[in-house]
């Protein structure tokens, strides 16, 4: 049994669990290698699984041939989408035809193919070479279509159309804010800046790549899926529907998942076919998604266009923000969120942690001929953060204002503050991370080294909030045509007084078996160790909405916090019974028992009562121990912040770019397990980084991937990503059950805007900005060359 | 064609009927059953399938088994005690905060496992060099180098004070 | 993203396969470290029928002095020449940290790679820059190639089918000398590599052309770029390459000078 931790000095917290870095529950069995991710489970006759994918990516499919493929030794089975004949996915928003277009993604593409790697048939056999071999020796016969390659082919004039119900390709567009007078604002200001970006085409890259193992179970008369999905439920209800069974039907497990990042909280095609091959099969089959397909078939994120202009003051006060955004959705619209995710995710944040009193937004979705899309890690906001810091750099310049000082003039300091897109923020830590995060960098000397000649060093920051307690309301505001939310637990306690809880978020990394524990044990004064975390499963819980949008500890925290009040309300009747006092003398003792006066009744004690002898319960007390709470959050939802402060060095003889420091003060309420939270800004802040200089993914004109392997998709390494400091703010959620905020996604937000800030400093001499990402070498190359 | 090999695996011999395309990592993980070992990417870069061969770290994917028989090959499950005790270098992993997901972490130790093995004077910048051999997603890296630092670190001092105590 | 089938030889002596090599044709293919090769079938971009096992061949790895000269056994690993001490051809294993990582280096080979004959790759560099001998053994013997005859084009070389890369001979001590490579990313192949040597008076440079590029009597590292003919290229122009050139041979060379 685990002993109470060392309480760290400088986090408030509730317990003695919470607020501590306690060793990871999970980490005994990931570092023996004792894990189990979704390739790791095998079954009895288990087949496996891959499909043959378009090569075009604009095309009639004139037909399909499979007669060879079956013929491949190994081979037992390909099936196209005739052969299958499922029903397609279709994600809708609650908008007028001229907001949303809904588009149907077929599970496999039969008339028509829309991107290079589109699955067009399903191969089955009993090995995964020969399954390989199956694919090459299918015949597909195309007529290909011109592709559309980028937004700006998309929005040409007598584009060719990806979908033929959306006219000018477009799938969403949105006009969300447009206040009134804001055209007389800008004509009469005294300085306007306009920033215009195009960000690169991003792949969220879990190292575990997508997968499943789909069966079915004559014994229980269900298809079970084993997947690492993000959102168990949401696959369950689609799997059903396209394959013609109910829900009981469907049980959808997940088992250890090596990342996500927003890839996998959408539901993908080939899970789909495979579970459908699985089910005329009656074998198990298992489909891997192979590196090559994961980087050009797989969900990307990211690629957007920003046109945008501010308005400022002499004084430096920002008036107003007029801002074009169009996201590169690319062929289909993703399950639940659609292709409106990126578009209105912009539109309502952007404004962020400035008090901007005036706001026009239009916000599109486009689609083309490129994989589709899904949201990843931050959605929208490094891109549209990056943006509006960028507005402040230009600002500052234009104004011959220090920029870090034009950020304080602007940043909300007064709370609750409503912003002119109609949400209310909750406290925050703005200027003081901004503060912070600059005088530390100063402490360090960094703006001595800045002016020295020799070298080319620029400082850059990036000041931001981010919402990560979307609740029910805050996400009907988006008018998804189902609106996630909440999140119930379940929680019981067993004869020897440990606790299963159940929650309807699952963990990919970030560590919920443990803090998810440390707040049980907190709740019920048991140590985590014996507390059990049941997640991912939909047989074993009631209904979750899974694991994204920084919205696990927030509102999966909270619902298993109520649920442990409850139990910890019954064990106290219970045991006020037995001790024949009074239920509200008696209270939780912190060791594992409940109290009256000076005696006490152990968990244990009272659990072998409510199990094994009943006859002594109170009368209206049912036997057992057992509890159901559930968690929404009320109103706009509670706001993490941090300010990101970055040094870098860049070398004229390459246009190289180098990271000389980084410093992150961040807040994110009440940190559960600050290591983990840690671990939670420096990973995020690498995928920023990666955004920022390294990653992204092209095309050539004829949409064929141009970055299949890891050779050209450039995923930064320890050579590449620097350490970062981390200091801690603590402004404590008023509604949390914890006090917690979101911490999964600050870090990928911040990153881009204060690396791109930091470039743009360091070529302060030259003349020349950059505002696209990633960076181009050469272009540094070019400017400082200039210089 | 099926052809029959001879693999050590964590010092146990096995005799295997495969084909010889199979790669390293997919015999250990499918024909063997050692699914510590992971897949993510099959073309040598990510570095999850990382496993030592004659003590040398190597990607198991770019490697047929049939080309290492007779070598000793060694995977993540033999760093823990059969009991589950971890050793060392899992043990400062955990404490670092060296994982999240888990996924690259195999790689990461039988990376760091075979070059602190050769090298145990590594300094901090040297095991950063090296931890660029393979991909994390999660971490940004900085806690993997601080937990094989601490660990060739704490394995120096173990050593001197063997010598220390020899010596007295 | 698994090889297409195919037979595996596994060689026990130089002479097995050239045997095998000789047997097979064009349909097979020698496999070493794998580093490239394997990588390559997993994607199904080289698909041999036969692959010719040679890393159990006895004798064909080892770094030996040899008077003036250094011989370096086909099977060498990059990380056996990173860790040796090889005195006034220590630019060899100072080279060697451009190459991949530590794992690609503990199993990829110094004949496996100037076989590959990537023309950014640090060993084609080095050949062609000190002048190494290539020795390759064929049905009728064994045969020596000069690194400058040796690289003929993308991926491809002087090496008959039937022939097997043995030794790699460098003939002459390289007190000043150095290679140095500019990547965004570390490990990757470069996009720009240049080597140099100041006894010699010669700059190889990779990246820049099909094969290794060499400079002999060069002049400034600005009249070298300027002597080159490149293109402009999807995301990298001449004009930055050329660019890219001048700095790495500047860097090399003073490099080299600290010897």
Redesign the interface.
Known sequence: MAEPPQRSPHLRRDGAWVGASVPRREDPRLLAGRGRFVDDIVLPGMLHAQFVRSTEAHAEILSVDLSEVRAVPGVVAAYSAADLNLRGVTALLDRPPHEFVPTAMPVLAHDRARYVGEPVAIVVARDPYAVEDGVEAAIVEYAPLQPVVSDTAALAEGAPLVHAEAPRNTLVDVSLFATEGIDAIFDEAHTVVEVHTKTGRQNALPLETRGVVADWDDRDEQLRVQTCSQVPHQVRTVLARCVGLDEKQVRVIVPDMGGGFGQKCVVGREEIAAAAAALRLRRPVKWIEDRRDALTAAFLAREQRYAVRAAFSAEGEILALDADVVCDMGAYSCYPFTAGIEPLMASAEMPGVYKIPAYRVRGRAVTTNKAPTAPYRGVSRPQYVMVVERVFEKAARALGLDAVELRRRNVITVFPYKGVNDITYDPGSYLESLDLCEQTLRDEGWFSRRSDENRVIGIGFSCFSERTGYGSGAFAQRRMEVVPGFDISEIRMDLNGTVSVTTGTLSHGQSHETTMAQIVADRLGIPYDRVKIVQGDTDRITYGWGSFASRSITIGGSAVAAASVKLGDQLREIAAHLLEADVDSAELDGAGGVRVGDRSLSFAEIADVAYLKAHLLPKGVGPGLSATASFDVGGDGTFSNATHGVVVELDPGTGGIEILRYVCVEDCGVAIHPQVVEGQARGGIAQGIAGALFEQVTYDDAGQPLAPSFMEYKVPTAAEIPDVRIEHLETPCAFTESGAKGAGEGGTIGAPAAVLNAVNDALRHTGVELDDTPVPREAIFRALEKA | MIQLIELTVNGERHDLAIEPRRTLVDVLRHDLGLTGTHVGCEHGICGACTVLVDGAPARACLLFAAQVEGAEIRTVESLAEPDGTLNDLQRCFSEHHGLQCGFCTPGMLMLAEGYLAEEPEATKEEIREVVASNLCRCTGYQTIVEAIDDCASRRRAAFQDQLDRSTA | ????????H?ARTTAGAVGLLTELGDDAKV?AG??SL??MM???LARPEH?V?I??VEGLAGIRRDGDSLRLGALTTH?AVEKADLGDFAVLSRAMRWVG????R??GTVGGSIAHADAAAEWCLLAVLLDARIRAEGPSGVREIRAVDFFRGPFTTALQPDELIVEVVFPRPAPRAALTE?A??????ALVAAAVDLDADRVVLGGVAPTPVLVERAGTAEEIAGALELRDE????A??RR??V???V??ARKEASRG
């Open positions: 993203m698994k090889p297409a089938a195919f037979t595996y596994r496999i794998g580093q394997v990588a997993n994607f199904r692959l096992d890393t159990h990380r990582h530590l794992p690609i503990t199993r500019y965004d990313r570390r490990g990757d192949f999807p995301g990298i122009s004009h930055y660019g890219l001048r700095t790495l500047q860097r």
